[in-house]
């Protein structure tokens, strides 16, 4: 069966940086558009980043353009979520996600096939 499964997440200062990883089995990685998604307290839970099989298309969300960056390994079957300048809004259960459909303007929940179980980030001083 699929297995989607997060690791990185913990406890980070404002300004700083964290890197989440997600390693997808039971399927072919190769084939799969990916994706992270979260959900801050008491909010719905949202797009951030997805990418595509082939790499070529990414979306990011408005919220953390300029700030995160998504990238894939097909060697190692990873999914990667390069995080900085973190804030306090990125306070989240962050989640990893294969996905059916996607665009470089959409990313949605909508559209996932399996998820992980989430790894928690905490921008905290």
């Known amino acids: 069966q699929v297995q989607v499964v997060e690791s990185g997440g913990g406890l980070v200062q404002p300004g700083g940086s964290l890197r989440l990883s997600c390693t997808a089995s039971g399927l072919t990685f190769d084939d799969i558009n990916m994706g992270w998604f979260r959900q801050p307290p008491g909010k719905e839970r949202e797009g951030v980043s997805c990418i595509s099989w082939s790499s070529r298309i990414i979306y990011y969300a408005n919220s953390v353009k300029g700030r995160f960056i998504i990238s894939r390994d097909s060697a190692k079957r990873t999914l990667y979520l390069q995080m900085k300048n973190l804030t306090a809004e990125d306070t989240a259960m962050y989640y990893c996600?294969?996905?059916?459909?996607?665009?470089?303007?959409?990313?949605?929940?909508?559209?996932?096939?399996?998820w992980g179980q989430g790894t928690q980030v905490t921008v905290s001083s």
């Open positions: 996600a294969t996905i059916r459909e996607m665009s470089s303007r959409t990313c949605a929940g909508s559209q996932v096939s399996h």
